[in-house]
């Protein structure tokens, strides 16, 4: 089998769309297709112009190479190898930032492919399933004040969910207004329901260890992204002192990005987005994490595709303990992919067991939304 095309499709809502500033509003499709017929699907969460644009650039002398042309003509299964291929052709501009999330997104549609040619979920070609389901967590924003944020906390506190994220603006405003968005939380979602708060990258360090201790009276499950992402040494000063939990990572990609998080930050939670790595790196970062004794989640906040390629990646995780899920009412995050991966009686989701990924592409809605 060889792969024969690497289709890059950019999504994208209307400049009408109406709806919450920090919805899902763009994402980019990968597609690998194969002389045997098998196509990859794939998801990148990035720039999609940029991304295209590193799918689809001329090969040149290495390593100045676009990634399509270094794996066409090449065995899609031989997955591994691909990887270190697509990122040696990218030295020159590559080794961070978009030409890794554009690595992960065929990466993913690359362990869709060996799952449909082995007929096996991926989560078995990975090792797993360690486990069949993962209990969910409703990721939303907050609202404009406490009362606001306590009625979006009563609404998927009252839809199953056992853990609900606030995250983002209007968080770091002030605060009087910090502290009165995670009250309204805490009340919202009840005392039997957990409660993260992503802080959305607002404060400095000084002020992130002030809230890290002002919110203990809240039982936070964890704390997230209070600090600008490069700043690592603020990480490993709030980190070091705080009681709750700090997450952090959905904004990294790759192995090098992760390690000086992890072992400089001194980070308790390490957020993966699959969407930005891949799952063959998202595999190596989950090793360096847990052989450190850290817990590994995803991130997700684009399609179906980026949740079933997280479930199948937790599956085979020993630390998975929580799985991001995206509520954000958006037709790039529902209606992507056909059917829906529901939270079930018990507040948890099912991993997809059919071949590859298990997902199937809703082709109307990509054509709706595809910018040409």
């Known amino acids: 089998m060889k792969i024969t095309g690497v289709e890059g499709i950019e999504l994208r809502l209307p400049e009408s769309y109406v709806g919450p500033r920090l919805t899902v509003r763009q994402t980019l499709i990968v597609k690998v297709h194969t002389d045997e017929g098998i196509v990859g699907i794939g998801e990148v969460d990035s720039c999609p112009a940029v991304v295209k644009a590193t799918i689809d650039a001329p090969p040149g002398f290495s390593p100045i190479s676009g990634l399509a042309s270094v794996i066409i003509g090449e065995n899609p299964l031989e997955i591994r190898r ?162 709750i939990p700090i997450a952090a990572g959905e904004g990294e990609a790759g192995r090098y990005a992760f390690r000086d998080l992890i072992e400089r930050g001194g980070i308790h939670i390490v957020q993966i987005d699959l969407v930005r790595n891949g799952i063959t790196e998202s595999m190596r970062v989950a090793d360096l994490a847990e052989d450190r004794g850290l817990k590994v989640v995803n991130h997700h906040w684009t399609s179906d595709i980026n949740l079933a390629a997280s479930l199948h990646f937790l599956a085979a995780r020993k630390s998975t303990f929580i799985l991001e899920y995206c509520v954000s009412e958006s037709p790039l995050r529902w209606e992507v992919t056909r059917g829906k991966m529901e939270v079930d009686a018990e507040g948890c989701v099912a991993v997809p067991y059919g071949p590859g990924l298990g997902i199937e592409l809703n082709e109307e809605t990509i054509e709706r939304y595809r910018v040409n």
């Open 82 to 243: 691909l990887n270190d291929r697509m990122y040696e052709a990218s030295f020159d501009y590559g080794r961070s930032g978009v030409v890794l999330h554009t690595i992960g997104g065929i990466d993913i549609a690359l362990w869709d492919i060996a799952g449909k040619y082995y007929n096996q979920p991926v989560y078995r070609l990975l090792g797993g399933p360690l486990h069949t389901k993962v209990r969910a967590y409703a990721s939303t924003l907050f609202g404009s004040n406490g009362q606001e944020t306590a009625e979006a906390g009563k609404k998927w506190a009252g839809k199953g969910f056992t853990a609900v994220k606030f995250g983002w603006h209007p968080m770091g405003q002030s605060e009087k207004l910090d502290l009165e968005l995670v009250e309204g939380a805490r009340q919202g979602v009840g005392d039997k329901c957990s409660v993260m708060v992503d802080a959305g990258c607002c404060w400095d360090t000084a002020t992130a260890i002030k809230r890290a201790q002002q919110f203990e009276d809240y039982n936070l499950f964890w704390l997230e992204e209070p600090l600008a992402r490069d700043n690592v040494d603020g990480y490993r000063q709030l980190a070091g002192v705080s009681r």
